[in-house]
Nanobody
């Protein structure tokens, strides 16, 4: 079965950190750009961060720049999102998605438009609250 599985979500206090993981099963992520997206209750889905298949290009939403870092370990078939200095407004369900690199023009476009994404995970809840 081809799927993406997110993990690492949870409840954290403001200012705390979490590391999310996105692991593929049934296929290799080597040829895919990966994006992290989030959706809070009553809000539209937002592209948080995206990374190219090689890891050489990354993109971040303005709201998370300087706090979040995306990375990937193709040997482990996993992409990570390190989230530091978390704020209550970061509370959302976080999803990872994979798009074939041959169709992804730029990771910025991937994050903004969420086009040509073949696989989506089921999401992991992140709650930032005291």
């Amino acid at each position: 079965q081809l799927q993406l599985v997110e993990s690492g979500g949870g409840l954290v206090q403001p200012g705390g950190s979490l590391r999310l993981s996105c692991t593929a099963s049934g296929f290799t992520l080597n040829y895919y750009a990966i994006g992290w997206f989030r959706q809070a209750p009553g809000k539209e889905r937002e592209g948080v961060s995206c990374i190219s298949s090689s890891g050489g290009s990354t993109n971040y939403a303005d709201s998370v720049k300087g706090r979040f870092t995306i990375s990937r370990d193709n040997a482990k078939n996993t992409v990570y999102l390190q989230m530091n200095s978390l704020k209550p407004e970061d509370t959302a369900i976080y999803y990872c998605a994979a798009g074939p690199s041959k169709r992804i023009t730029t990771v910025q476009a991937m994050c903004v438009k969420a086009l040509d994404l073949e696989y989506w995970g089921q999401g992991t809840q992140v709650t930032v609250s005291s």
